[in-house]
């Protein structure tokens, strides 16, 4: 890989520093070529302090080191994207990320539609909202509902209609979240589980 630690004729490119696992970006730091060859060879993130003037490895003082996982260049070859296993806080305020930002994993629209799901439940009232009617109806009715859905993409499988079987798989999915909610989970809980079978 070649950087190019000239370009900004500081010896120093940034380096975003993500979590591997949540893909949540941490931090941004500073590095020159020795802080590069040091945390490819320890294994731990090591910065260039500008206001310090040295090397400094993260959570050389707190512990909380930033363990290295991958090392990518952009298309310039002047910034880096540094994928860690972060032990700890990132930032020195006692953050997880320097946006105090919380470092947790996201599923994109899933986790949005999660919180949609939790705000109809708790909004039980709303005689208009179809999730908060399952959650009145109680659980029994909301397993039904995913029998039903898992029954009903097992059919459309085994025709050829894309379109058919997609929409099912939407409202087997839709209907599951629902009934981790009403059990207590979340998609969390299922991916916890994956990983540990991993």
Avoid at 56 to 64: F, L, P, Q, V
Avoid at 90 to 104: A, K, L, P, Y
Wanted: charged share 30%; hydrophobic share 35%; with cysteine.
């Amino acid at each position: 890989m070649t950087i190019d630690f000239n370009k900004n004729n500081d010896g120093l490119v940034p380096a975003i520093i993500q979590d591997f696992v949540t893909r949540q970006v941490l931090m941004l730091g500073y590095m020159n070529k020795e802080a590069y060859e040091k945390t490819v060879k320890t294994g731990k993130v090591t910065f260039f302090s500008r206001t310090k003037n040295r090397l400094w490895t993260k959570g050389e003082e707190s512990g909380n080191f930033l363990n290295l996982v991958s090392v990518k260049n952009d298309c310039d070859n002047d910034t880096l994207l540094i994928k860690v296993k972060p032990v700890g806080a990132t930032c020195h305020t006692g953050s997880d990320t320097c946006w105090d930002e919380t470092n947790e994993a996201s599923f994109g629209f899933l986790s949005e539609l999660e919180n949609v799901i939790t705000s109809r439940r708790m909004n039980a009232d709303s005689e208009k909202s179809y999730v908060a009617s399952l959650f009145k109806k109680g659980i029994n009715k909301i397993a039904q509902k995913v029998g039903e859905e898992a029954v009903e993409i097992v059919i459309e499988a085994k025709d050829d209609n894309e379109e058919l079987f997609l929409n099912e798989g939407a409202d087997l999915l839709f209907h599951y979240l629902i009934l981790l909610q009403a059990k207590g989970y979340t998609l969390k809980d299922i991916v916890k589980i994956l990983e540990g079978r991993h």
